[in-house]
C-alpha cells in the first residue's frame, strides 16, 4: 500500500525472493559488513592491491611499455582508488548492517541454520553476556568470538547440535577449573604447571607458543616475568569468555535455561576478575571454588594440552587459524 512503512515494503518484497537467493545476499551483506573492523579492511586493501598490480602486469605485457603511464593511472585512480575508498566507507556502514542482520535474526526461530547465522548469533550473545577484564589486548575479543562461531559451527552444522555445544562448554568448565586454580596454587606454594610435550601439530612450534614461536615452558610459573604471566592470564580470561559464551548459544539454541548456566557464568566472571587482580597486582580476596560447576570426566594430560593449544591461538597474532584448528581438534575430538 502507498502509505505502508518502507520497512513494511522491504519485507513484503523479501518475502517473494527465493530462498537461496536470500541466502546469498545476506552472506554478502555479512561478508562486506565484516569490512569494518580494521584488520580486515587491511587485509582486503593488500589483497585487492596485488589484485591490481597484476592487472597492470598484464595490461603492459599486452599493450607495451610505451602506455605505462596511461596503464598506471587507469589501473590506480579507476580500478584501485574507487573500491578502496568504498571498502573504507564500511568502517561507518558495516556495523549498521551487521545490526540489521541481527534484528533480522532475532526473529526468526532457525538462528543456527548457516555459517553467517551462527556467527552473527555468536556475535550478538557474545556483546550482551561478555565484558572482558582490562588485562585483555584489543584482539582477544575476535578470537574468542571466532573460537566460539567454529565450535558452535561445527556441532550445529555437523549433527551433533546443541549437545555438541554443551560438551565443548564442560571440557572448556574443566580447563578454566584446572588452570585458575593451578594459579591460585602457584600464589601460594611457587608451583608451576608444565605445558605437556604435545598439543596440537608438530609444525607449529612448541605446545604454547607465542608470537615469536618461542612457547614458554609452563602454563603458569609464578616466577615469571610480568608480562610472560600476562599472556597466560589473558589466555584464562578469554577461556572463560569462551565458556560464557558458548553457554548463552547452547540456551539460546534449547530455548530454555540450562541449571548449569548459573555456576558457569559465576566461575566465568570470578575467573575473569582474578585474572585483573593477579595481572595487575591488585588487592583482593584468594581463589574460592565456584560450587555447582558442570563436571567433565577429563585426563590432566588432556587438560594441559587443551590449556597449551589454547594459549597457543591466543599469544600468536590474529587470526591464527592453525592455531584454532589444532585446538579445536582437541576440544571436539
Known amino acids: 500500500m502507498l502509505g505502508s512503512p518502507a520497512s513494511s515494503l522491504r519485507q513484503c518484497v523479501w518475502y517473494h ?53 596511461f596503464i598506471t593511472a587507469i589501473w590506480l585512480l579507476c580500478v584501485f582508488a574507487p573500491v578502496r575508498i568504498a571498502v573504507e566507507v564500511l568502517e561507518t556502514r558495516g556495523p549498521r548492517m551487521r545490526r540489521e542482520l541481527q534484528r533480522a535474526l532475532l526473529a526468526r526461530a532457525d538462528r543456527y541454520t548457516t555459517r ?106 609464578p616466577s615469571a616475568s610480568v608480562q610472560d604471566q600476562w599472556v597466560s592470564l589473558r589466555a584464562v580470561a578469554g577461556l572463560a569468555a569462551l565458556a560464557k ?17 548459573g555456576p558457569l557464568r559465576a566461575l566465568a566472571e570470578a575467573a575473569m576478575d582474578y585474572a585483573d587482580q593477579i595481572g595487575l597486582r591488585l588487592d583482593g580476596p584468594p581463589w574460592e571454588d565456584v560450587e555447582g560447576a558442570p563436571p567433565a570426566a577429563i585426563t590432566l594430560d588432556l587438560l594441559g594440552q587443551l590449556a597449551a593449544a589454547w594459549l597457543t591461538f591466543c599469544a600468536a597474532p590474529a587470526p591464527a587459524p592453525r592455531r584454532l584448528r589444532a585446538f579445536l581438534q582437541l576440544l571436539t575430538g
Open 245 to 261: 559464551t558458548l553457554t548463552a548459544v547452547y540456551e539460546d539454541s534449547t530455548g530454555s535455561p540450562w541449571a548449569g548456566a
Open 17 to 69: 525472493i527465493p530462498a537461496d537467493v536470500q541466502g546469498r545476499a545476506v552472506s554478502l551483506r555479512y561478508a562486506l559488513s565484516r569490512l569494518s573492523r580494521p584488520a580486515a579492511r587491511r587485509a582486503f586493501g593488500r589483497g585487492w592491491l596485488g589484485v591490481c598490480l597484476a592487472g597492470a602486469l598484464v595490461s603492459l605485457a599486452v599493450f607495451g611499455r610505451d602506455h605505462l603511464f
Open 116 to 221: 553467517e547465522d551462527v556467527a552473527l548469533m555468536v556475535e550478538t550473545l557474545f556483546a550482551r553476556e561478555v565484558r572482558l577484564p582490562r588485562l585483555a589486548l584489543p584482539d582477544l575479543e575476535a578470537k574468542i568470538i571466532d573460537a566460539a562461531v567454529r565450535v558452535s559451527d561445527r556441532a550445529f552444522r555437523g549433527g551433533e547440535g546443541s549437545a555438541g555445544v554443551l560438551q565443548a562448554i564442560t571440557t572448556c568448565t574443566a580447563v578454566l577449573q584446572r588452570w585458575v586454580g593451578v594459579i591460585a596454587a602457584g600464589e601460594m606454594t611457587g608451583s608451576a604447571w608444565t605445558a605437556p610435550a604435545a598439543a596440537g601439530p608438530a609444525d607449529l612450534a612448541g605446545p604454547a607458543a607465542a608470537v615469536d614461536g618461542a612457547g614458554p615452558a609452563a602454563l603458569w610459573d
